[in-house]
């Protein structure tokens, strides 16, 4: 059986809530990562930084992404899977949420991450078309 653990990136990196979204792009860059998991002063998740947040709900805004805090566009109720979770329950977490990053947690801590090219490797034809019809679906 295949696991979130299996199928994950390893090595992701949390954003602290207070990191200001200028600092927030730069680590991005230098993770070479378009998405990054947000954390409370606990170290719990409280969401996902993606590279076109930044740009589409700070910088078109007019906003200055040296003043604006991650945890300022932490939005939403944040999706995680346990490590040990498999292959179906990555995919209904992904599908029932349309979301196409999901971090993995081990022991309430940030283990990896599953994106799309991560299912890529890992799932049939199958499996990769249902995923995408679901995810990328309008309603």
């Known amino acids: 059986m295949t696991t979130a653990g ?7 990196q ?6 200001t979204l200028d600092r927030a792009a730069q680590l991005m860059r ?7 998991p947000i954390a409370d002063a606990e170290e719990r998740l409280c969401g996902i930084l993606t590279d076109r947040d930044i740009v589409v709900k700070c910088v078109a805004m007019g906003h200055d992404p040296s003043r604006v805090t991650a945890g300022d566009l932490a939005e939403g109720t944040p999706r995680w ?12 977490e992904m599908q029932g949420h349309q979301i196409r990053r999901l971090p993995v947690i081990e022991d309430k801590r940030l283990v ?10 890992h799932l049939s034809d199958e499996q990769i078309a249902a995923w995408v019809e ?6």
Do not use: F, N
């Not at 230098?30 to 990054?36: F, M, N, P, S």
């Open 6 to 12: 299996d199928m994950m990136h390893r090595g992701a």
């Open 112 to 121: 990896g991450m599953i994106s799309e090219a991560d299912l890529a490797v």
């Open 30 to 36: 230098d993770l070479e990562v378009g998405a990054l």
């Open 14 to 19: 949390w954003i602290p809530a207070h990191e």
């Open 134 to 139: 679901s995810v990328y679906a309008t309603h």
């Open 81 to 92: 899977v346990d490590s040990g979770a498999d292959v179906s329950e990555v995919l209904q």
